[in-house]
């Protein structure tokens, strides 16, 4: 089994939406992340966690609220999907002693109409 | 801030050809480099790292020298395999409040060997 999973995999909404996208991890690692993917862009951090009290937000953060339900678990939602938002999203975890090396899972692929 | 710019792709190649892909940065401080790759449908994963000016990582025949003087982390291979086709990602770590580290991406440099 995967250690970093992601669902759903491929997910297309209408603009207004709320959408929540969730990622759970077997790795025991305390901080997790959510990335964007665009192309020609890298990718860029939305939300960062480093334990279950503690959320901060990344570079791109207006319009995402994140939640991380367990130290496994870390949801990040968007309340009123905009097509803008269309994009590939990471979930990303690392170790509390290995903060450099982060670990991905396979990607949610999100369509905003 | 910390930032990473790695040369445009695609990257064209054919089997058994040298690859090397530029990835060059802007930085305060000692940070560490990374190469991160992507292969189709799949999630990134850590290809190597160096965590101080001339180490050199490698891994599965890629190679890349941390190079201080020129700002430069250039991503090699002797001898390309289709297998190798992906995009490559260029990445280094940044400060963040409290001393936490995040990853700053370059923008991917895609490649594609043929037979």
């Known amino acids: 089994d995967a250690d970093v999973t992601q669902t759903p995999r491929n997910r297309i909404t209408k603009t207004g939406k709320r959408i929540m996208l969730e990622c759970s991890q077997t790795k025991g690692h305390d901080r997790m992340y959510w990335y964007r993917q665009d192309p020609g862009l890298g990718l860029r951090l939305i939300y960062y966690s480093f334990d279950v009290k503690d959320i901060n937000k990344g570079e791109i953060s207006d319009g995402y609220s994140v939640s991380r339900q367990a130290q496994a678990k870390f949801s990040l939602s968007l309340e009123s999907a905009i097509p803008n938002q269309t994009a590939l999203y990471f979930c990303a975890t690392s170790d509390l002693g290995r903060t450099d090396t982060q670990y991905f899972g396979p990607g949610t692929r999100l369509t905003v109409l | 801030g910390n930032s990473v710019t790695q040369m445009e792709g695609p990257v064209t190649l054919s089997e058994e050809a040298f690859l090397t892909i530029n990835c060059t940065y802007t930085?305060?401080?000692?940070?560490?480099l990374f190469w991160y790759v992507q292969y189709p449908g799949e999630g990134l994963q850590l290809l190597l790292k160096a965590t101080k000016a001339d180490d050199k990582g490698s891994n599965k025949g890629f190679e890349a020298t941390y190079r201080k003087e020129t700002t430069s982390f250039h991503l090699e291979k002797g001898s390309v395999q289709v297998s190798d086709s992906a995009v490559y990602f260029c990445?280094?770590?940044?400060?963040?409040?409290?001393?936490?580290?995040?990853?700053?991406f370059g923008a991917g440099t895609r490649l594609a060997v043929h037979p």
């Open positions: 990445a280094l770590t940044d400060t963040l409040s409290g001393g936490y580290n995040k990853l700053i």
């Open positions: 930085a305060t401080g000692y940070p560490s």
